[in-house]
């Protein structure tokens, strides 16, 4: 199993060494791992001048699995576009055709207090959401700004072809089989014709899957639904900018955005591992990270492209133990409770594996 590491910047260098604490545990346990590290981002705009350098795509590309941190940070804001740290998330998925985004919002029952809406909406929350990554209105073409100060205008272009809608379509398809059984596809119709054509092909595809229940939802009302009733909900799937805010919003379902992990898979399997966070400059280097969502992204790691769900199982019961425990990264601790800090997260973590 060969991974790629990219911590990037911010929190993302402190989060992934916890994850890696924990390979290297399961590596001295005997799984066959092989690890090499490459800057991302910020920081490899700071050494190499490009957000992703060559040197780092290439091993994306060769390793069977990239666990990533997180990329971006204020100083980087004002940098021209394509040396935007954000560049390198975004060409990576795009580079390596990982289209398929599975975003799990599953709330522990040890932390269902900790959202901001009532523990009977949301305990026992289990859903998935399935995001398209590789086209929308996040590559479509053309984009830009032009004009004049006072007459300037910006453009961007939502645009999906048939086959992007049908392989996503697909795969929310086939996640809802092996879980609930219901699919729900989230969609703006009634104004947008790209989404209509979404629309369409979902109704074609759904004969083919006649176990899974397919009903359609605009994004809209998908987002009060999410904070109404989220658990009327098994599987979403949805286009590359409604799935990038729907999936922020459902992880404030779950007490902490700190604790959502990512699968960004190819079509074969091959997968990008990232916490749906971001790299959160604001407490960057203070030690107070949650590295959970990155730990249980590297458990994703484990079950989607290396088909080995016993040690994924093994990480996640280790994280939820570790919350038995009681320790509380910041985001998730009860107001007043002394928090603890991302190394002793870890630490916990891995005492429980
Ligand atoms: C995410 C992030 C990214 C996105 C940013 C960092 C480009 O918000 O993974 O959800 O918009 O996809
Ligand atoms: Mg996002």
Same mark, same amino acid.
């Given at each position: ?97 990982f289209f398929a985004n599975l975003r799990p919002a ?21 859903i998935m959401i399935v995001r398209e990554l590789t ?5 479509? !073409? ?22 992007q809608i049908r392989r996503i379509l697909h795969v929310g398809f086939r996640t809802a089989r092996q879980r609930?059984?219901r699919l729900t596809s989230v969609d ?7 989404? !209509?054509?979404w629309?369409?092909?979902a109704?074609?595809i ?6 899974v229940?397919l ?7 998908c987002?009060? !639904? ?7 909900f098994d599987v979403l799937v949805t286009g590359n900018?409604f799935g990038d805010?729907l999936s922020?919003?459902a ?11 990512s699968a960004s898979l ?5 997968g990008?591992?990232?916490?749906i ?16 969502? !990155? ?5 994703m790691?484990?079950?989607y ?49």
């Amino acid at each position: 199993m060969k991974i790629a590491l990219l911590p990037g910047d911010g929190i993302g260098p402190e989060i992934l060494r916890e994850a890696v604490r924990i390979l290297e545990a399961l590596r001295s346990d005997g799984l066959k791992i092989e690890t090499e590290e490459a800057p991302v981002g910020g920081a490899a705009y700071d050494a190499a001048g490009d957000p992703l350098p060559p040197s780092t795509l290439a091993l994306a590309k060769s390793a069977d699995a990239v666990l990533f941190g997180a990329v971006g940070g204020p100083r980087y804001d004002t940098l021209p576009r394509d040396k935007r740290p954000e560049k390198a998330i975004l060409g990576l998925r795009k580079e390596c055709d990982f289209f398929a985004n599975l975003r799990p919002a599953t709330v522990f029952p040890e932390l269902a207090d900790a959202s901001t809406l009532k523990p009977e909406v949301v305990s026992g929350l289990d859903i998935m959401i399935v995001r398209e990554l590789t086209g929308d209105i996040y590559f479509g !073409q053309p984009r830009g700004i032009t004009g004049e100060k006072g007459s300037r205008v910006g453009f961007n272009t939502m645009h999906y072809t048939e086959p992007q809608i049908r392989r996503i379509l697909h795969v929310g398809f086939r996640t809802a089989r092996q879980r609930g059984r219901r699919l729900t596809s989230v969609d703006k119709m009634n104004v947008l014709e790209t989404t !209509q054509l979404w629309r369409d092909i979902a109704e074609e595809i759904a004969p083919e899957y006649p176990d899974v229940e397919l009903t359609h939802i605009l994004v809209d009302n998908c987002a009060m !639904q999410l904070v109404r009733n989220p658990r009327q909900f098994d599987v979403l799937v949805t286009g590359n900018m409604f799935g990038d805010i729907l999936s922020d919003e459902a992880s404030m379902l779950t007490g902490s955005i700190g604790m959502l992990p990512s699968a960004s898979l190819d079509a074969n399997g091959k997968g990008l591992y990232e916490p749906i966070h971001g790299s959160a400059p604001d407490i960057a280097g203070k030690g107070v990270a949650n590295p959970l969502a !990155q730990i249980l992204s590297m458990a994703m790691m484990f079950r989607y492209t290396f088909g080995l769900a016993d040690v994924a199982g093994r990480v996640e019961g280790a994280v939820r133990k570790a919350l038995a425990s009681g320790l509380r990264t910041a985001d998730i601790a009860a107001k007043g409770a002394k928090p603890c800090t991302t190394a002793e997260m870890g630490t916990a973590v891995l005492k429980a594996l």
